[in-house]
Nanobody
Framework: QVQLVESGGGLVQPGGSLRLSCATS????????IGWFRQAPGKEREGLCY????????YYTDSIKGRFTISRDNAKNTVLLQMNNLKPEDTAVYYC???????????????WGRGTQVTVSS
């Protein structure tokens, strides 16, 4: 059974940092891609970045490029999202999900975690 569990969210001041973790289990294929997404109240789900497990290939959307870093720990079946210089507009529920395509389109991701809340406020 495929499972993804996010953790590491919380309340942080503007300019601060958080590191999110996505623990995965139940995968039987090696070529899967893990993506991070977020959804703010009243807005559509937004794709942020992804990493391919096999070779570590990454992709970032412009909104987070230079501030967020995605990485993987294959031994622990975990994908991390380091978020620096956080802004109030980064406030959202953050999700990880899995796909077998190199894509940031949420519609191409088949399994999702339940999300973790990130709030950036002074």
């Amino acid at each position: 059974q495929v499972q993804l569990v996010e953790s590491g969210g919380g309340l942080v001041q503007p300019g601060g940092s958080l590191r999110l973790s996505c623990a995965t289990s139940g995968f039987t294929l090696d070529y899967y891609v893990i993506g991070w997404f977020r959804q703010a109240p009243g807005k559509e789900r937004e794709g942020l970045c992804y990493i391919r497990k096999s070779d570590g290939s990454t992709y970032y959307t412009d909104s987070i490029k230079g501030r967020f870093t995605i990485s993987r720990d294959n031994a622990k079946n975990t994908v991390l999202l380091q978020m620096n210089n956080l802004k109030p507009e980064d406030t959202a529920v953050y999700y990880c999900a899995v796909s077998n395509m190199l894509t940031i389109d949420p519609d191409d991701y088949h399994y999702w975690g339940r999300g973790t809340q990130v709030t950036v406020s002074s």
